[in-house]
């Protein structure tokens, strides 16, 4: 009797996404959201962006979406 073994090549090492990566990631829903005009939405990714990166909200896409975001909070808040 013999023994036969099967090789196989060894599953891919993926390292889980950096704080950094994990903010892209949430700046872009963000942008779809501001986009599509769900500010309560934009606002929670932009959010999370920054607990992540904080440096990130230097950026002039974020700086816009704030900007954004502030004005159309501020006409809510006057509507009546």
Same mark, same amino acid.
């Given at each position: 009797f013999g023994v036969w073994f099967l090789a196989t090549s060894p599953e891919p090492v993926t390292s889980p996404p950096t704080p950094k990566q994990e903010a892209e990631g949430e700046r872009e829903w963000a942008e779809e959201s501001c986009g %599509?005009?769900?500010w309560t939405t934009c606002k929670h990714h932009l959010d %999370?962006?920054?607990?992540?990166?904080?440096?990130?909200?230097?950026e002039p896409r974020v700086l816009r979406m704030r900007q954004e975001l502030a004005l159309a909070m501020a006409r809510e808040a006057g509507a009546p």
């Open positions: %599509e005009k769900d %999370e962006a920054a607990t992540l990166d904080p440096d990130g909200e230097s």
